[in-house]
């Protein structure tokens, strides 16, 4: 198993539309094969971060999701929320 974590920044003014993204974002990942589950944590110190963590059954099948057109559509326009770049990193499961 694999565990994704992404950090998203958003404008000033657009946090509940960026969440509101992300989370339909994480609904439909729910509904895709090898999803295996979803934490949205938010900054105790930046207003603006959101960050999920995600765990998929592997690097591969996390893979055919970021490609998917689910993806696409739940993602689209989101680049215009985000005050950077996200920031994802993926990690072995341990244990």
Do not use: C
Not at 1 to 24: N, S, Y
Not at 30 to 49: C, E, H, I, K
Not at 66 to 71: D, G, I, V, W, Y
């Amino acid at each position: 198993m694999i565990a994704v974590l992404t950090h998203h920044w958003a404008k000033p003014g657009m946090f509940e539309k960026a969440r509101a993204l992300l989370d339909g974002n994480g609904a439909a990942q729910a509904n895709s094969p090898g999803f295996v589950s979803r934490t949205t944590v938010l900054s105790m110190t930046d207003p603006s971060q959101i960050t999920s963590f995600v765990v998929w059954e592997s690097a591969e099948i996390y893979d055919q999701w970021k490609a998917s057109p689910e993806r696409k559509v739940t993602m689209a326009g989101a680049e215009d929320l985000w005050s950077k770049p996200p920031v994802s990193e993926r990690f072995n499961v341990a244990g």
